[in-house]
């Protein structure tokens, strides 16, 4: 099966400084990666799109110079959180599609929690 | 926006018992995904089920699709201790691919 994985896994942070986190599609090229963000006990909240060598694009209410995307490539993007204050503190998901079709999952990878203090 | 609702938010049954959570969604879609998340982890696929699809098997799972009624419905036979986790309904609308996701079901199954 398709692997995603993300690093890291849990990062602790002081406010005001910028946390990056990787999103790698281990076995597949991804045409197109997620970021999506969750609450405790929440549902997923898409955050924005990543496709490979263009801008990412961003849900409305989402910062993007607040959260900045890089896809640099078919198997890796990276999100970045900038200036991060407490209440960025939160579960970081991504995932990764592959394929050209609607019809295709999409694979998620294990998440990151962040904990800004 | 969250385009999909769950019902029940949380279930609590007896290990052997069936359950059953239900997803409401609002637009029409090209498919509707089940995805399973275990207390703090990532989401593991379930299933998918194709708009021009009624119903769909895996397993131990059963998905309807009622695209009449915008809804759609995950159950689960014979459940087992192990499939205690909150489980979660996503529309495809097209699109680019984006999935919307439920609210969720939080589902313990006691042993």
């Known amino acids: 099966g398709a692997v995603v994985s993300q690093h890291p896994s849990r990062v602790i942070c002081k406010s005001g400084t910028s946390v990056k986190i990787e999103c790698r599609s281990l076995?597949?090229?991804?045409?197109?990666m997620f970021w999506y963000r969750q609450f405790p006990k929440k549902s997923l909240m898409l955050m924005a799109t990543?496709?490979?060598?263009?801008?990412?694009?961003?849900e409305q209410g989402v910062e993007k110079d607040k959260f900045l995307i890089n896809h640099a490539s078919l198997t890796l993007s990276t999100l970045t959180v900038t200036s991060a204050h407490p209440e960025d503190s939160s579960f970081y998901i991504c995932?990764?599609?592959?394929?050209?079709?609607?019809?295709?999952?999409?694979?998620f990878g294990p998440g990151t929690r962040l904990l800004v203090l | 926006s969250q385009q999909g609702e769950e019902d029940p938010q949380a279930l609590s049954i007896q290990e052997g018992e069936n359950a059953t959570m239900n997803c409401s969604y609002k637009?029409?879609?090209?498919?509707l995904q089940w995805y399973r998340q275990n207390s703090g982890r990532g989401l593991v696929h379930l299933i998918l089920?194709?708009?021009?699809?009624r119903e769909k098997h895996s397993g131990r799972l059963r998905v309807t699709l009622d695209t009449s009624k915008k809804s759609s419905s995950l159950l689960i036979t014979a459940s087992r201790a192990a499939d205690t986790a909150s489980y979660f309904c996503?529309?495809?609308?097209?699109?680019?691919?984006?999935?919307?996701f439920g609210t969720g079901t939080q589902l313990k199954v006691e042993l």
């Open positions: 995932s990764a599609h592959r394929g050209l079709g609607s019809q295709e999952t999409q694979y």
């Open positions: 076995d597949f090229q991804a045409t197109t």
């Open positions: 990543s496709n490979e060598g263009s801008k990412a694009t961003y």
């Open positions: 637009t029409s879609i090209n498919n």
């Open positions: 089920i194709r708009s021009n699809e």
């Open positions: 996503a529309t495809n609308t097209g699109g680019g691919n984006k999935l919307t």
